[in-house]
């Protein structure tokens, strides 16, 4: 089981810019896919990326062109940079270790004015 611990959330005005880090446990992360999920008020947990082990890349289609997704094998360590914030991108953010239950703890970003 892989542990995960995100950091770098927090309150951010519109247009400004995030960058959330996710640091596995073990020596293993080079072989996951990982995913950034997030989850708003009275919503359920939505996909926002994924990167393969190879560096293939999905986004959501509300976050294309502002998010980027990357991960650093050496450090274990997944990544997700937000540019551009919205005030819909407020939710708490996991990062996931796909075909495992590992998630992480969670992290809040909220936008506003």
């Known amino acids: 089981q892989v542990q995960l611990v995100e950091s770098g959330g927090g309150l951010v005005q519109p247009g400004g810019s995030l960058r959330l880090s996710c640091v596995a446990s073990?020596?293993?992360?080079?072989?996951?896919?990982m995913a950034w999920y997030r989850q708003a008020p009275e919503k359920q947990r939505e996909l926002v990326a994924r990167?393969?082990?190879?560096?293939?890349?999905k986004y959501d289609d509300s976050v294309l062109d502002r998010f980027t997704i990357s991960r650093d094998n050496a450090k274990s360590t997944l990544y997700l940079q937000m540019n551009s914030l919205k005030p819909a991108d407020t939710a708490v953010y996991y990062c996931?270790?796909?075909?495992?239950?590992?998630w992480g703890q969670g992290i809040q970003v909220t936008v506003s004015s």
């Open positions: 990167i393969t082990s190879g560096g293939r890349i």
């Open positions: 996931h270790a796909e075909g495992t239950t590992s």
């Open positions: 073990g020596s293993f992360f080079r072989l996951y896919v």
